[in-house]
């Protein structure tokens, strides 16, 4: 987001030294809960055998506004959208 007010979209970006202490700086917080579901393969069971478990996650949040996040590139190649190509 611009100081204009403009928005844009961005790939290959994750958070920057982002902890459970990061949430002392919530300035806002919305009143609608949404939805994130998405596969968790949890590193700790790895280590004990379970490595090729695989278990359907889902985290219900309000959307927050923190006061100060770092965003840093990402090492990994993403492929171009779209993925899939539109149909005939």
Not at 22 to 46: G, H, R, Y
Not at 53 to 60: D, E, L, N, R, Y
Not at 80 to 88: A, L, V
Request: hydrophobic share 45%.
């Amino acid at each position: 987001m611009y100081l204009d007010g403009r928005e844009e979209l961005v790939r290959g970006l994750r958070f920057r030294g982002f902890n459970a202490r990061s949430f002392k700086d919530i300035l806002a917080a919305s009143n609608e809960n949404f939805v994130f579901e998405f596969l968790d393969n949890s590193a700790p069971m790895a280590l004990m055998g379970g490595g090729g478990t695989v278990a359907q996650s889902c985290v219900i949040a309000p959307s927050v506004l923190i006061d100060d996040l770092e965003m840093e590139r990402m090492e990994e190649e993403f492929p171009k959208i779209p993925i899939i190509p539109p149909p005939t």
